[in-house]
């Protein structure tokens, strides 16, 4: 019935979607200020026509929110659907095969920005939710929340559900706004990285100096700067920061040993980045490393000169920026203090450093033993026919960590996009397959929550 409902409604629902994808929704350019007026009012419509009791275009510091609910019954348990209506930049239009606000199918797929993130994604939820509606079969209340403000850093939306608690009240959080591990190799994303970012400046003279007059003298900056980082990670992959691991949440082995059963091709790893051999955190495979571990990287560097030729010089100065990507339960405020303390401690009295706290922000984990989380496994498994595999991903959306301080909600991250999706590059798309059976996993993950509710 599920399947027959969406095929005998796929020209309609694609041609909504194409409604939106159509509106230039690009938080990151002020000429498309009015098309996110224009986006968060469509979406408004749509989920009218969807079945919901009321919908509305709310204020915030920035871009409007788009929030509708259908209440059910005020002592059932309601499900929040987040999802966010900006788009990054198309640009370079040149790299396009096709308009990217003009969407078209082709080898089954949308071709256009926004196919898959999120407008793709968010409206395999609203889909999923008129299914639900219009059969009567809808148990539990359901809430939406969409922003405009996702792809410049989400800076309104934490005071806004600071503002309106009572109003996004729910007992989970349900977002569309990741990927599988491939089309027939369904997962779900148990956990995201939080950051820690950083820019230290090394002083040793008050000038540039000659090297041949001053070198051996004088400490030089760019060489103490790049000891101080490549002290940081030990031999065996560890990072040397005291207290550093002190809240890392090691896996249980349950999912480790799902994660070991993830395909995973080490030698078409190195070869795709053209490296001999991987290296990480001793005792971690490197999908581990990647998700469950914390990491430490320089991200830039420079110091003296640069240019054409040379120049025999010791730098009055040296930079780098550096970041850590942290997991559950590290707090980043507390490792940006930590980080700050011990280059302060550790620098020798031959240069003066400065440890700038640039920005941050916390993980998130989600258990899989979690009771909405049970209810997305067998979502999943009732249309691709086998049980998703737990993944935690190296990126970080940092709203996701925002909304369980906030509410105290745990979200379930249901995502249906591919990496060959290419989000945020030219020529971005989804597979109408994929997106279809999308539309049929979060209907049966609506189905199997009513039995854990």
């Known amino acids: 019935m599920i399947k027959k409902y969406v095929e005998e409604n796929e020209a309609r629902m694609l041609e909504e979607l194409f409604s939106l994808i159509r509106i230039p929704s690009v938080s990151a350019q002020p000429e498309h200020k009015e098309d996110m007026v224009r986006c968060a009012n469509r979406w408004k419509e749509l989920l009218i026509e969807a079945g919901v009791d009321k919908a509305e275009v709310m204020p915030s510091k920035g871009n409007p929110m788009v929030y509708a609910e259908k209440m059910v019954d005020p002592n059932a348990k309601t499900v929040l659907v987040y999802g966010h209506y900006d788009v990054m930049p198309a640009e370079p239009f040149d790299l396009w095969k096709t308009e990217p606000f003009e969407p078209v199918i082709k080898d089954g797929k949308i071709w256009a920005r926004g196919a898959d993130d999120d407008k793709g994604q968010s409206f395999i939820q609203a889909k999923a939710f008129e299914y639900l509606n219009k059969n009567g079969l809808l148990k539990h ?24 608690k009572e109003l996004l009240k729910c ?36 000038h540039d100096l000659h090297s041949g ?22 031999e065996d992959g ?12 090691e896996a249980s082995k349950e999912e480790r040993d799902l994660v070991a059963s993830i395909p995973f091709d ?3 790893y190195k070869k795709s980045l053209d490296i001999e051999e991987v290296f ?5 495979s490197t999908i581990e490393r990647t998700g469950y571990r914390p990491s430490f990287d320089v991200c830039g560097m420079w110091s003296g000169y640069t240019g054409e030729g040379a120049k025999t010089v010791i730098p009055s100065k040296a930079y780098a920026k550096i970041s850590s990507r942290l997991v559950p339960h590290q707090d980043y405020k507390k490792i940006g203090q930590l980080v700050v303390d011990y280059f302060n401690k ?29 209810a997305a496994e067998r979502g999943f498994e009732a249309v691709f026919g086998k049980r998703p595999l737990p993944v935690r991903i190296g990126g970080s959306i940092p709203i996701i960590s925002t909304f369980e301080k906030l509410l105290g909600s745990k979200s379930v991250l249901m995502g249906f996009g591919l990496e060959s999706n290419a989000i945020h590059s030219p020529n971005e798309n989804m597979p109408v397959d994929l997106w279809k059976k999308g539309i049929e996993t979060v209907i049966n993950f609506h189905l199997e929550y009513d039995k854990e509710a």
């Open 213 to 234: 007059t001053f070198g051996g003298a004088v400490a030089n900056p760019a060489n103490v700067l790049c000891k101080l980082i490549g002290d940081v990670t030990g």
């Open 238 to 249: 560890k990072i040397r920061f005291p207290g550093f691991y002190d809240d890392v949440e």
């Open 266 to 268: 080490i030698n078409e």
């Open 346 to 374: 550790v620098a020798p009295k031959t240069v003066k450093i400065k440890v700038e706290n640039l920005h941050g922000g916390y993980g998130y984990v989600c258990p899989i033993d979690f009771p909405a989380y049970k």
């Open 141 to 164: 209340n359901m809430k939406f929340i969409f922003e405009g403000e996702e792809e410049i850093g989400s800076g309104s939306l934490p005071a806004f559900i600071e503002e309106h």
């Open 171 to 206: 007992d989970v959080i349900l977002v569309s706004d990741t990927s599988l591990i491939g089309p027939d190799t369904p997962s779900i994303t148990t956990g995201l990285r939080g950051l820690a970012y950083w820019q230290i400046e090394v002083t040793g003279p008050d």
């Open 280 to 284: 990480g955190e001793e005792g971690y």
